[in-house]
Every structure is written in structure tokens, then in C-alpha cells.
């Protein structure tokens, strides 16, 4: 038995085939969907966000995947995207990951960054030695200015907002999802840069989403200034865009597969 389909439905039919096929090319195109301007809902011509590979796989581990948009910043044993005060990084590479060298400094991209998604992974050392804020402690500074602590938090205290995850010493996690010393542990986090305007007054402070280990920790959480110890330090005006700077904070923690991803300038040049 055959069904044939009402006229109308089947001018309905041959219309939205008809606008598929009219709006394909809009994907080919790949202009930028969030452009600032009033859309109606649903608006067929409105442009699709550009494509982006979930998951290619990483070169340091085959199990791990990095958007195909992003700058890898450490991938394969290679410190040459860092730079320990200027010069060549000083810190530790093994095969697929680098280590801090107690005293050697801070490490900082060569690059430049604003808003951005960064994935990171680290490990505190194993076993574990000291206390408190002296085991497995270092920090992922955006901009070099803004921390989400990196510590050693599995059984471990340490005041709120300071123990992993936190944005130190200014909100603690909403959970805390550590993983033992030794074991790879991942943040994902989302950073909006401050914004200022002409005269250095602050429009807007910086505003951070993190997971940990997969775990919401942080949503759209606001900083009050940039990180102090024990005090609370006010905004001052800075570039748009600073170096990603990680913490020698005297306790050889690694880190692996470190990706970002430029929320200001598309598509990465390499
Ligand atoms: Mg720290």
C-alpha cells in the first residue's frame, strides 16, 4: 500500500528541503554567530558558529583529545611555547610531561592571552611531603595576576581559599574533587579578563568558571582585584592581553597536556 501526502503537506515538505538546501552553504561559511547584533529566533540566515573537532587526539597521551582550535601550550615534551623570566624554560621535562624545579621561577607563555578556555593537568608529587599550603603547591595565573590554586587537597587542610580549585584567597571551590597525589588531575576553566575603560576605571571585574577533575568548582565566580596573600588587592589597568604564567611555588608538581583556546581571536595562526 502506497500513501501519498496531502498537497499542502507536500509543499511543506519541498519548502523546508528547499531552505535546507538554501541554507547549507551558511555552514561552509563560518562567520562569526555571536556577532553583536539583535537576531529574530530562529532566523534561517543567521550564521552557524564555525566547526571545531571535539577530539583530536592529544600527542602526549592517545587517550586524550584537544579541540582542533586551540594552541596546544605543552603537548609532546616541549617547553619552546614557555619561558622562565625571559629566557629559556628552566623547569624539568620527562616524556610527556615537565615539572617544576624548586627556585627557578615562574613559568610564562611566550604568547599573550585575554579571555579564554584553558584545560590543564597536573599531579601533586607522590608521596606526599609537608602541610597544609607546602604540599603539592602551585597556581595557574591568568594574565599573571588572577590564581586558581593548584595544591595537593586530598586529605590535606588548609583554609577555604587556598585549598585546590580555589581562586586564592578570594573564593573557595563549591566542592572539593580532588584526586589523590600522583594521580593526573584536570581543570577546565573558563577566564574573562577585567575590562577597563579609557580613564583605567574597572567596567567589569574578571570572571571565572572552573571544573576540576569534571567537577563544576567555580561558576562565573568574580574576582574582587588580582590574588594577594592575606589581603585584598584593588584592580589596577592592564594590557588586554599577558602572558599564562604557572607558579614555582617551591614543591615539584607536573603537569601535562595544557591547551587553550583564544576566546577573542578565533582561529589560532599555528
Ligand atoms: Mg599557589
Do not use: C
Not at 607522590?126 to 607546602?134: K, R, V
Amino acid at each position: 500500500m502506497t500513501t501519498t501526502l496531502p498537497r499542502s503537506a507536500a509543499s511543506a515538505l519541498a519548502l523546508v528541503v528547499a531552505s535546507v538546501l538554501t541554507a547549507a552553504p551558511a555552514w561552509a561559511q563560518q562567520q562569526d554567530a555571536r556577532a553583536p547584533r539583535e537576531w529574530a529566533p530562529n532566523d534561517p540566515t543567521r550564521p552557524r558558529p564555525p566547526i571545531v573537532d571535539p577530539g583530536r587526539p592529544l600527542d602526549a597521551d592517545p587517550a586524550g583529545r584537544v579541540p582542533s582550535d586551540a594552541i596546544v601550550l605543552f603537548g609532546r615534551g616541549d617547553l619552546s611555547r614557555w619561558t622562565s623570566n625571559g629566557e629559556e624554560a628552566k623547569w624539568k621535562v620527562g616524556d610527556g610531561w615537565f615539572e617544576v624545579v624548586p627556585g627557578t621561577g615562574n613559568l610564562a607563555t611566550r604568547d599573550s592571552f585575554g579571555d579564554v578556555q584553558l584545560h590543564i593537568e597536573w599531579a601533586a608529587p607522590s608521596p606526599p611531603q609537608g602541610t597544609g599550603q607546602d604540599r603539592g603547591n602551585s597556581g595557574v595565573f591568568f594574565m599573571g595576576r588572577y590564581e586558581v590554586q593548584i595544591l595537593d587537597s586530598y586529605m590535606n587542610e588548609t583554609y577555604a581559599d587556598g585549598q585546590a580549585a580555589s581562586l586564592y584567597g578570594q573564593h573557595p571551590p563549591l566542592v572539593n574533587a580532588s584526586r589523590p597525589p600522583g594521580e593526573w588531575q584536570t581543570y577546565d576553566i573558563i577566564f574573562r579578563r577585567p575590562r577597563f575603560d579609557a580613564d583605567g576605571k574597572l567596567i567589569s571585574p574578571a570572571i571565572v568558571t572552573v571544573f576540576h577533575n569534571g567537577v563544576l568548582v567555580h561558576d562565573h565566580a568574580e574576582m574582587f582585584g588580582p590574588t594577594a596573600h592575606m589581603a585584598r588587592r584593588p584592580y589596577e589597568p592592564h594590557p588586554d592581553r599577558l602572558p599564562l604564567v604557572l607558579q614555582d611555588h617551591g614543591q615539584p608538581v607536573r603537569f601535562r597536556n595544557i591547551w587553550i583556546r583564544d576566546l577573542e581571536r578565533g582561529e589560532p595562526s599555528t
